[in-house]
């Protein structure tokens, strides 16, 4: 949702599901691919962390590949906070939720079983 929000308020056109679950190639977003691998590895601890953070930097620039880091760090701990907290997802949000996951094929990833209600959702879907 917030990569929608963000791309509307620069008058940007991004495909929110290749940046999920495509190459990143079509996505709109520039150096798209270096980005989600840089994410995916950051959030996942992989071993390919230090040459992928690199790749990121040679693409845009050590404040442009920190920009990305704290952008994952800012995602990811709200993500946990939320679940260790057991904040529940507003009944006005369980439907956007459940939609964006499934139009991002997010649904497939482990945290779509955090929320009881949007996974519930998209079962039904």
Do not use: Y
Not at 70 to 91: E, H, K, P, Q, Y
Request: hydrophobic share 40%; proline share 2%; net charge negative.
């Amino acid at each position: 949702m917030f990569l929608s929000s963000s791309s509307d308020a620069i008058n940007s056109k991004v495909d929110i599901s290749n940046a999920v679950n495509g190459s990143g190639a079509l996505s709109g977003v520039p150096h798209a691919e270096s980005l989600i691998a840089f994410t995916e590895s950051a959030n996942r601890q992989t071993s390919d962390l230090p040459e992928v953070r690199r790749q990121l930097g040679k693409e845009v620039g050590t404040e442009g590949m920190v920009d990305a880091a704290i952008t994952v760090s800012i995602f990811r701990s709200l993500n946990i906070a939320a679940d260790c907290s057991g904040i529940r997802v507003d009944d006005d949000w369980v439907t956007i939720a459940a939609e964006l996951a499934k139009l991002t094929h997010a649904d497939r990833f482990a945290t779509a079983e955090n929320s009881i209600a949007v996974k519930d959702r998209i079962k039904g879907m």
